[in-house]
Nanobody, 123 residues
Framework: QLQASGGGLVQAGDSLRLSCAAS????????VGWFRQAPGKEREFVAS????????YYAGSVKGRFAISRDNAKNTVYLQMNSLKPEDTAVYYC??????????????????WGQGTLVTVSS
């Protein structure tokens, strides 16, 4: 019900925009988060956005470089990633749900998960 796309192989300093398209659910009803998982590491929080888009939150490692946004008319959430670094290499997942914390970081709060899209940043 969530389809993440837009990943690819880029060089350090480049930009990518990931998309998370929803089907079968109305994404405007949900908070949406982006998470990522690098090889051999646990899945970690990247960014989140409330239903109204008035509140966003970012992991410290991406703050100032990444921007999350939503287009409820298109039932899609985006993650604009700028100034990419090799350490951003990971599979990126989007998720929708009702996280209860102000940061919306907790994975347990998300009901729907996309399949992931691979981002590889070369140095």
């Amino acid at each position: 019900q969530l389809q993440a796309s837009g990943g690819g192989l880029v060089q350090a300093g480049d930009s990518l925009r990931l998309s998370c398209a929803a089907s079968g659910i109305t994404v405007s009803r949900y908070a949406v988060g982006w998470f990522r998982q690098a090889p051999g590491k646990e899945r970690e929080f990247v960014a989140s956005i409330r239903q109204s888009a008035t509140n966003t939150y970012y992991a410290g490692s991406v703050k100032g470089r990444f921007a999350i946004s939503r287009d409820n008319a298109k039932n899609t959430v985006y993650l604009q990633m700028n100034s990419l670094k090799p350490e951003d290499t990971a599979v990126y997942y989007c998720a929708a749900g009702f996280p209860i914390t102000s940061t919306m970081m907790e994975r347990s709060g998300y009901r729907y998960w996309g399949q992931g899209t691979l981002v590889t940043v070369s140095s």
